[in-house]
């Protein structure tokens, strides 16, 4: 399992690393330096506000559904036409909710078709995770991954070509390019899917609604606990930059600040999110087994901490360059200090992709909503208080403290239930890297004449060679293992 995990996200990030960056840092930074200020936090803030409904478009039917195909893959045919009947279902009344509860927050009728072409992706970016999930639940590691990268490699042509038009490119045009690439990997992972495995597509209770309702009912007991859990993680995850728009007066302008470092983050995260992909199947079938999963989640958190806590101290360290970079015209040491505070943010998300992983593989849902309950809370109260003096910094104040507590939250929950070591001799590597890294980051960035790309790079080569030094990085003993 370890040589198998190691193969696929190696596969993972070589092919994201291709195509992801091209799409953020090319389309959709471009799109954001040619609208005017305000028009792109507008769509930032617009689609974390869909996010907070996002149980109703998905109610976990994602989770749910690949720990019970990676467990039980012969009930693929019983489950799919059903899971995909309910979803659309839900997806017709997430578009019908959220629509009105917009009206009711506060937003003006102007910004509706924005906003229902948003909802329409969010429809469609999710009909493909659950079509992806029935892969990777499958065993189709590669495949899946191939797919996690598709929407983005289809976007650089369909949102590229806005550039070309021959007339201003608005936001609208922008999520419009977005719907098209959307729809065609759907189309795509759908044809794959039926390709790999039988299963009817009309639901088992189309003749029969009266079985339906029964079956309809014990999918919905089986996957709330999911629900809960992807509700509450985007509920404090995506809740800042919508109280920054909402409480100031220049709110849109503070979220445009947000969202442009916002985009460094949601970059990082991509590898977060690759991880989590990746290791629930894994985790599922090791569960299922009845096998010791201490190894997978030893490589993998020793992985992860490693590239995120040198990733985050390269762009703190070099954050005002990197933001006149991106912002050409309206780079500004606010915005860069921003990024600067939202960038940490990296490391314990990071480390919550690892163990909230397996807490949902093995199914301890309710354990974990407890602690999100209280982040959600404890987000809301921190950006009453820093936002309308600090403004986005202090939303990216409340983003890190609030990550920080689940993941700790997340670690502590996993050393209680899957009897983890605590011993220093344990957790003293990933903490002398830390230290080691941010050190170099202070000497590098202080102290070397070069230019700050040269820093940049020379900081990311001490902490791999850091890495190797303290047995972060040993993939010869992984190989050896349980592969």
């Known amino acids: 399992m370890n040589r198998e995990f190691l193969f696929n996200i190696l596969f993972l990030v070589l092919i994201n690393l291709l195509i992801k960056p091209l799409f953020i840092f090319g389309v959709d930074l471009g799109v954001q330096n040619r609208v005017g200020d305000g028009e792109y936090g507008l769509y930032f803030t617009l689609t974390s506000f869909i996010l907070l409904f996002q149980i109703i478009n998905d109610f976990g039917i994602q989770n749910f559904n690949n720990r019970h195909i990676s467990r039980h893959p012969h009930l693929l045919p019983k489950y799919f036409p059903n899971l995909l009947a309910l979803k659309i279902i839900l997806s017709t009344a997430f ?33 493909t995770f659950f079509l992806r999930s029935n892969l990777s ?9 191939f797919f ?42 759908f044809i794959a899917l039926r390709r790999r495995a039988r299963f009817p597509v009309r639901p088992g209770w189309a003749k029969n609604w009266k079985a339906g309702r029964a079956f309809l009912v014990a999918l919905f007991r089986q996957s709330a606990p999911y629900a809960l859990v992807v509700f509450l993680m985007y509920t404090y995850s995506r809740l800042d930059v919508v109280l920054l728009e909402r409480l100031l007066p220049d709110g849109r302008v503070q979220a445009d600040v947000f969202a442009g470092a916002f985009r460094l983050l949601d970059a990082a995260n991509m590898f977060g999110y690759l991880f989590a992909t990746l290791l629930l199947p894994m985790f599922a079938r090791l569960r299922g087994k009845g096998e010791p999963v201490a190894p997978l989640v030893k490589m993998s958190l020793s992985l992860i901490w490693a590239g995120s806590v040198a990733l985050a101290a390269t762009v703190f360290f070099a954050r005002y360059e990197l933001v006149a970079l991106m912002f050409p015209e309206k780079a500004t040491a606010y915005r860069a200090d921003t990024l600067g505070i939202l960038i940490w943010v990296f490391v314990p998300v990071s480390v919550t992709y690892v163990f909230s992983t397996l807490l949902t593989a093995d199914g301890r849902l309710m354990q974990m909503n407890r602690f999100f309950v209280v982040a959600v809370g404890m987000d809301v109260l921190l950006n009453l208080i820093l936002t309308p003096t600090w403004k986005a910094q202090g939303a990216a104040v409340s983003a890190l403290v609030t990550q920080g507590f689940v993941a700790t939250a997340m670690v502590g929950l996993c050393v209680r239930a899957f009897g983890f070591s605590v011993h220093w001799q344990h957790w003293a590597p990933l903490l002398g890297y830390g230290l080691v890294v941010v050190a170099s980051a202070v000497l590098v960035f202080g102290y070397v004449p070069w230019p700050w790309y040269a820093q940049a790079g020379l900081l990311l080569a001490v902490s791999a060679v850091a890495a190797f030094a303290l047995g972060l990085v040993r993939v010869r003993a992984w190989l050896e293992g349980m592969g």
């Open 137 to 145: 639940g499958l065993g189709h590691f590669r495949v899946d991954s």
């Open 95 to 127: 578009v019908l909710i959220v629509v009105p509860a917009a009206l009711l927050s506060g937003y003006e009728w102007a910004v509706m078709p924005l906003l229902l072409v948003l909802l329409v992706n969010q429809v469609l970016i999710h009909l």
């Open 148 to 189: 996690s990268a598709l929407d983005k490699l289809l976007m650089l042509v369909t949102c590229g070509a806005l550039f070309f038009l021959p007339f201003p490119v608005t936001i609208m045009h922008f999520a419009l390019a977005q719907t098209l690439a959307l729809a065609l990997t759907a189309l795509w992972v």
